[in-house]
């Protein structure tokens, strides 16, 4: 089925490891963009690419990674995750007349 | 630095009532406005979508407006029904990514 998928879905992991969150979608769209959720804070963007091999950072980039070496995929790697990176990260695509389609989300807690 | 306001920030109306959303932002130099909604747990799900040449947006029993000029744009959403209990979120498009409000808290009772 079209879309946009995001897995896993929930992750628990611990102070330091390292952590990858994976985005795909369907629809060919050239910009892709990584956005976490917290209480109080709202929906925050952390980084987006334009297409493949181009990437920006967002409002929210510190201690986060992107790559995407593929125009289906956007995975988001936290080096060494902390505490304060336990929030629900969202992925989303834009088509060609800029409107934004949300994946499911990840939901990550870091001990 | 673009800021998105939603007011209020919960709303309970009963069953059928005809209901208004409000969002503001406070620079109108946008690209477009888009609502979103999202239910608890869930990801988002875009309802509509206004180009900043557009004055609104009809979907359903959605209307959406926007008022570049005064940085306003209002959701109004006909006959209430318990189906639409959720979080309304405005988010405005300023360079490429989107700019989000905190969300309003719609609870619809039967």
């Known amino acids: 089925d079209a879309g946009i998928t995001q897995s896993p879905r929930y992750k628990i992991t611990e102070t330091g490891r390292q952590v990858t969150l994976m985005c795909h979608q369907t629809?060919?769209?050239?910009?892709m963009f990584w956005y976490r959720q917290d209480l109080g804070h709202g929906l925050r963007l952390i980084y987006y690419?334009?297409?493949?091999?181009?990437?920006d950072k967002g409002e929210v980039p510190d201690g986060y990674v992107v790559s995407r070496s593929k125009t289906e995929n956007f995975p988001l790697t936290l080096e060494s995750a902390t505490r304060s990176q336990t929030s629900v990260y969202f992925c989303?695509?834009?088509?060609?007349?800029?409107?934004?389609?949300f994946g499911p989300g990840t939901r990550l807690t870091v001990t | 630095k673009q800021e998105v306001t939603q007011i209020p920030a919960a709303l309970s109306v009963p069953e059928g009532e005809n209901l208004v959303l409000n969002c503001s932002f406070t620079?109108?130099?946008?690209?477009?406005l888009q609502w979103f909604r999202q239910d608890p747990g869930k990801g988002l799900t875009s309802l509509l979508l206004?180009?900043?040449?557009?004055r609104e947006q009809t979907s359903g029993r959605l209307n959406a407006s926007l008022d570049k000029s005064s940085g306003r744009s209002t959701l109004y959403i006909a006959a209430s029904q318990p189906g639409d209990s959720a979080t309304y979120l405005c988010?405005?498009?300023?360079?490429?990514?989107?700019?989000f409000g905190k969300g309003t808290t719609l609870s619809v009772s039967s």
């Open positions: 989303a695509s834009s088509s060609r007349n800029h409107e934004q389609y």
């Open positions: 629809w060919s769209h050239s910009y």
């Open positions: 690419s334009a297409a493949a091999d181009i990437t």
């Open positions: 620079d109108s130099a946008i690209y477009n």
């Open positions: 206004i180009q900043s040449s557009q």
């Open positions: 988010a405005v498009e300023a360079g490429t990514a989107l700019i």
